[in-house]
């Protein structure tokens, strides 16, 4: 087996079909969906060039939400119908958000519950940490499953060390290269007690100011890449939530529930999930569990400080403007998620219950348009403006871009993305449903790194429900392993990687069908306890298996 050092991937690429399609909810001024609007009403740009709308549609919900299941439809010349079933899937994002807002939230589903369903809905709960109860009408069972929801935050959102760097900051500093956030760290660490250097920044050598620098990065993007992929597993979570909602019949709505998280850098994987939701009909609404947030400027009380002296002015005032940005920034993504949609963000308002009931429902009617993509597919994210014309000022909800892929070689990388994006979220996950049989183990072992010790990790897989490809009349089949330590907030501290190519004929393949395939990968880590995660993926229907295990290395 070929291994090498685990690093987490980032994903790049997305497909796109040739035919974009844009869903639209046109609201008046009072939030109602607006009636009447035909194909001559709307016109869309991609990137600021007017394409021609080539389909058109429009969506009606098929009752009115107050309506008894068997009352008659608002037209007397349509049929009367029973009103569709409504499956609402409710997600807790359990990781960015704080204890006290999730508090505010589980008590605004457990109303929501109580006093917000009708007969005939059916409600699932989601969360990022994979706590899970299916479709149900059961009020008890549903509250109880509100209940048990806890807050797994995965970082320190404050920050830690001196200069301290909050995730924001991390944010600018790692993924934008944002001078100004890094001048601001660069004078507080003029003040950190272990500076050796000077007690002035501007008084410090050039030599001082590259090391400052360097460091000060260093310790942006490792704080970034944990945040980040916080932000990739979150995401993931609310693909399952989706994806569940696209296999129920009737109406479907997918209401989030969050104090928000920072979704930069991951547009393709938003898109995708706006993609999901628009193609299955699925409206997204989202509640921000932070309420009417009125975050004072500079650092709490009880935020950790490491330094000599007071901080910095610049420092101090670069992180009050930020204040805004940081809020809109971790509310892009549930934003997004709701114009693109047709959904509601409710947000800067403390009445969570209201904000649940007013959630749970689907626009009366919405709008569905396509255009015939130019041929300008470069691969890159192109911005979307959907504007009604020659009538009235409407708010218009709409998706707001789309990635145009070009060639087959793209595409390829997109799917090679995907199943990296895959393992990594999986890395960093809790789920232990396995696709396929796997088990983990480990053995202690000396390491040949002074005060490390090996932790060999040993993988099972048995070849009961993989599927092998045959050629040259043997069987093919690739497997993927990855093996990482985290701390107790699931950092990885230790990880391999690595691949095994099978080509068996039909002997070598009956004997493996008894033994299984082992394989191991070595992590060299200190004394302390971990979780070893192992994740592994077969190549030709892309199914996954999962494994962890407490470890304790002395």
Same mark, same amino acid.
């Given at each position: 087996m070929s291994a090498r050092p685990y690093v987490t991937g980032i994903p790049r690429f997305r497909v796109q079909t040739d035919l974009v399609e844009v869903g639209v909810v046109v609201r008046s001024g009072d939030g109602h969906a607006v009636p009447g609007l035909t194909k001559e009403n709307f016109a869309i740009t991609d990137r600021g060039q007017r394409r021609d709308i080539s389909y058109f549609a429009v969506e009606k919900r098929s009752a009115p939400m107050d309506a008894p299941a068997n009352a008659a439809p608002s037209n007397p010349a349509e049929p009367g119908r029973n009103r569709d079933p409504r499956f609402i899937a409710l997600y807790f994002e359990d990781f960015a958000t704080g204890t006290g807002d999730l508090k505010h939230a589980q008590q605004a589903g457990r109303r929501f519950v109580k006093e917000g369903l009708d007969a005939g809905d059916r409600v699932a709960i989601f969360s990022t940490s994979g706590n899970f109860l299916d479709y149900t009408n059961a009020q008890d069972e549903l509250i109880d499953a509100i209940d048990k929801l806890r807050s797994h935050p995965k970082y320190n959102e404050a920050g830690a060390g001196c200069p301290r760097i909050n995730s924001f900051e991390a944010y600018r500093i790692a993924a934008l290269n944002d001078p100004m956030a890094m001048d601001a760290a660069k004078?507080?660490? @003029?003040?950190?007690? #272990?500076?050796?250097? #000077?007690? =002035?920044?501007? $008084?410090? #050598?050039?030599? =001082? =100011?590259?090391?400052?620098?360097? +460091? %000060? +990065? @260093?310790? @942006?993007? !490792?704080?970034? $890449?944990?945040?980040?992929?916080?932000?990739?597993?979150? !995401?993931?979570?609310?693909? *399952?939530? !989706?994806?569940?909602?696209? *296999?129920?019949?009737?109406?479907?709505?997918? !209401?989030?529930?969050?104090?928000?998280? %920072?979704?930069?850098?991951?547009?393709?994987?938003?898109?995708? /999930? %706006?993609?999901?939701? /628009?193609?299955?009909?699925?409206?997204i609404n989202a509640v921000d569990a932070k309420g009417l947030y009125a975050e004072a400027p500079g650092r709490g009380i009880n935020d950790s400080i490491d330094s000599v002296g007071p901080i910095p002015t610049q420092t101090f005032r670069v992180e009050s403007e930020a204040l805004a940005g940081k809020l809109f920034t971790a509310n892009q993504a549930m934003s997004s998620f709701t114009q693109a949609t047709g959904g509601l963000f409710f947000h800067n308002n403390n009445d969570l219950p209201y904000g649940f009931r007013q959630l749970g429902s689907i626009p009366e009617v919405s709008y569905v348009l396509a255009f015939n993509r130019a041929d300008d597919a470069d691969g890159k994210y192109h911005k979307l403006k959907v504007t009604v014309v020659d009538t009235k000022p409407y708010e218009v909800q709409a998706r707001p871009g789309y990635f145009a892929m070009s060639s087959r070689a793209d595409r390829d990388k997109a799917v090679d993305s995907t199943a990296r994006e895959a393992m990594d979220r999986e890395v960093a996950g809790t789920s232990l449903v396995n696709d396929f049989p796997a088990t983990v183990a480990y053995r202690l072992e000396n390491s040949r790194q002074k005060g490390m010790v090996t932790v060999k990790a040993l993988i099972h897989v048995g070849l009961d429900g993989l599927k092998f490809s045959v050629r040259d009349e043997r069987r093919v089949q690739k497997l993927e392993f990855v093996a990482a330590l985290t701390d107790a907030n699931g950092n990885v501290l230790a990880g391999k990687e690595g691949t095994l190519d099978f080509a068996l004929t039909d002997a070598t393949f009956a004997k493996l069908s008894v033994s299984g395939i082992n394989a191991a990968l070595d992590l060299d880590v200190q004394p302390g306890r971990y979780r070893l995660r192992a994740v592994a993926r077969e190549a030709v229907e892309g199914k996954l298996a999962r494994s962890t295990m407490d470890v304790e290395v002395k």
């Amino acid at each position: 087996m070929s291994a090498r050092p685990y690093v987490t991937g980032i994903p790049r690429f997305r497909v796109q079909t040739d035919l974009v399609e844009v869903g639209v909810v046109v609201r008046s001024g009072d939030g109602h969906a607006v009636p009447g609007l035909t194909k001559e009403n709307f016109a869309i740009t991609d990137r600021g060039q007017r394409r021609d709308i080539s389909y058109f549609a429009v969506e009606k919900r098929s009752a009115p939400m107050d309506a008894p299941a068997n009352a008659a439809p608002s037209n007397p010349a349509e049929p009367g119908r029973n009103r569709d079933p409504r499956f609402i899937a409710l997600y807790f994002e359990d990781f960015a958000t704080g204890t006290g807002d999730l508090k505010h939230a589980q008590q605004a589903g457990r109303r929501f519950v109580k006093e917000g369903l009708d007969a005939g809905d059916r409600v699932a709960i989601f969360s990022t940490s994979g706590n899970f109860l299916d479709y149900t009408n059961a009020q008890d069972e549903l509250i109880d499953a509100i209940d048990k929801l806890r807050s797994h935050p995965k970082y320190n959102e404050a920050g830690a060390g001196c200069p301290r760097i909050n995730s924001f900051e991390a944010y600018r500093i790692a993924a934008l290269n944002d001078p100004m956030a890094m001048d601001a760290a660069k004078a507080e660490a @003029a003040t950190c007690a #272990s500076n050796d250097g #000077s007690d =002035q920044y501007t $008084g410090a #050598s050039t030599g =001082q =100011q590259t090391a400052d620098e360097n +460091r %000060i +990065r @260093a310790q @942006a993007e !490792l704080f970034w $890449g944990q945040v980040r992929q916080t932000s990739q597993t979150t !995401l993931d979570a609310m693909g *399952k939530a !989706l994806e569940s909602l696209r *296999k129920a019949p009737g109406r479907r709505v997918l !209401l989030i529930a969050s104090s928000g998280f %920072i979704s930069g850098t991951l547009e393709a994987e938003t898109d995708r /999930l %706006i993609d999901t939701a /628009l193609r299955a009909g699925i409206v997204i609404n989202a509640v921000d569990a932070k309420g009417l947030y009125a975050e004072a400027p500079g650092r709490g009380i009880n935020d950790s400080i490491d330094s000599v002296g007071p901080i910095p002015t610049q420092t101090f005032r670069v992180e009050s403007e930020a204040l805004a940005g940081k809020l809109f920034t971790a509310n892009q993504a549930m934003s997004s998620f709701t114009q693109a949609t047709g959904g509601l963000f409710f947000h800067n308002n403390n009445d969570l219950p209201y904000g649940f009931r007013q959630l749970g429902s689907i626009p009366e009617v919405s709008y569905v348009l396509a255009f015939n993509r130019a041929d300008d597919a470069d691969g890159k994210y192109h911005k979307l403006k959907v504007t009604v014309v020659d009538t009235k000022p409407y708010e218009v909800q709409a998706r707001p871009g789309y990635f145009a892929m070009s060639s087959r070689a793209d595409r390829d990388k997109a799917v090679d993305s995907t199943a990296r994006e895959a393992m990594d979220r999986e890395v960093a996950g809790t789920s232990l449903v396995n696709d396929f049989p796997a088990t983990v183990a480990y053995r202690l072992e000396n390491s040949r790194q002074k005060g490390m010790v090996t932790v060999k990790a040993l993988i099972h897989v048995g070849l009961d429900g993989l599927k092998f490809s045959v050629r040259d009349e043997r069987r093919v089949q690739k497997l993927e392993f990855v093996a990482a330590l985290t701390d107790a907030n699931g950092n990885v501290l230790a990880g391999k990687e690595g691949t095994l190519d099978f080509a068996l004929t039909d002997a070598t393949f009956a004997k493996l069908s008894v033994s299984g395939i082992n394989a191991a990968l070595d992590l060299d880590v200190q004394p302390g306890r971990y979780r070893l995660r192992a994740v592994a993926r077969e190549a030709v229907e892309g199914k996954l298996a999962r494994s962890t295990m407490d470890v304790e290395v002395k």
